[in-house]
């Protein structure tokens, strides 16, 4: 599965457009890393907790649009966008949306 | 009274302390950030661009991303708190958001030159907050997020 956030992929051709693929997720920050995050808003610097934590996610959320696409029967997602939101206090949503399509390699 | 200047005792020594330990790692970042930009200038070239055209062929094209969070220090957040009073221009917050920035954008390169790719397109960047919304916990950080197409020609 070829994933990219332009709107073709070079060298290949788009035979087929599957429609928009999607994945979320919500994730809660735990008690430990606000303890270490408490302490950091003193002297400042990087939160590296929160930094995995949503890294992780966002994995997560990508992996769920794979999944998505794979059923469709796509074999690649186009003009892939991302976007949070504060759900709750602490916690985020992950958003990434795309458009699945069936990719050919270019005739040359 | 003494319980009132015992409360307000640390104030001072968390100033003192946020800005010394907080500027000094400041300082630190940054001279890493322009250290790590410098090497990765002649390698991996990042625009906004939709596509670069060159005369090499694109082999491979694939997402990359790059995120960082960072914290501000007690001395930044208290001048902060001082400038919503009067006003005006947050400088002590334009670091911050600079230092994380220029954080996500070296990881997404690094990630693509890990890659072997020579170009990022479309490269687009996001922020988000998990923290510093809540009424209990005026923690601030910011979180910035980078993301765009790695290119391998060849």
């Keep these: 599965m070829i994933v990219v956030n332009t709107e073709t992929i070079p060298g290949y051709v788009v035979r087929e457009t599957k429609g928009l693929v999607q994945g979320n997720t919500i994730r809660a920050k735990h008690v430990g890393r606000d303890i270490a995050a408490g302490f950091k808003n003193l002297v400042g610097g990087e939160l590296k907790g929160y930094t995995e934590l949503l890294t992780e996610a966002r994995r997560q959320a990508i992996e769920r649009m794979l999944a998505q696409a794979d059923e469709l029967g796509a074999n690649a997602i186009v003009n892939v966008r991302f976007s949070t939101s504060a759900v709750t206090q602490g916690a985020a949503e992950l958003f990434a949306y795309g458009t699945a399509v069936v990719i050919e390699p270019e005739q040359r | ?154």
Excluded at chain 2, 49 to 66: N, Y
Excluded at chain 2, 81 to 92: F, P, Q, Y
Aim: net charge positive.
């Design chain 2, 1 to 154: 009274m003494w319980e009132f200047w015992l409360g307000v005792a640390p104030v001072p020594v968390l100033l003192v302390l946020g800005y010394s330990v907080g500027s000094w790692r400041e300082r630190r970042h940054l001279a890493q950030l322009a250290a790590r930009e410098q090497e990765m200038a002649g390698q991996v070239a990042c625009t906004n661009l939709r596509h670069i055209t060159a005369p090499q062929e694109v082999r491979q094209a694939t997402l990359v991303m790059g995120q960082a969070v960072i914290a501000s220090d007690y001395f930044k957040t208290f001048a902060a708190h001082l400038r919503n009073i009067v006003g005006g221009e947050v400088k002590a917050f334009e670091t911050l958001m600079e230092r994380a920035r220029r954080e996500a954008i070296l990881r997404m390169l690094e990630e693509a030159r890990a890659l072997g790719a020579c170009e990022v397109w479309n490269m687009r960047l996001g922020t988000s907050s998990i923290t510093g919304t809540q009424q209990k916990n005026p923690a601030v950080s910011v979180e910035v997020f980078a993301f765009g197409t790695a290119v391998v020609r060849g």
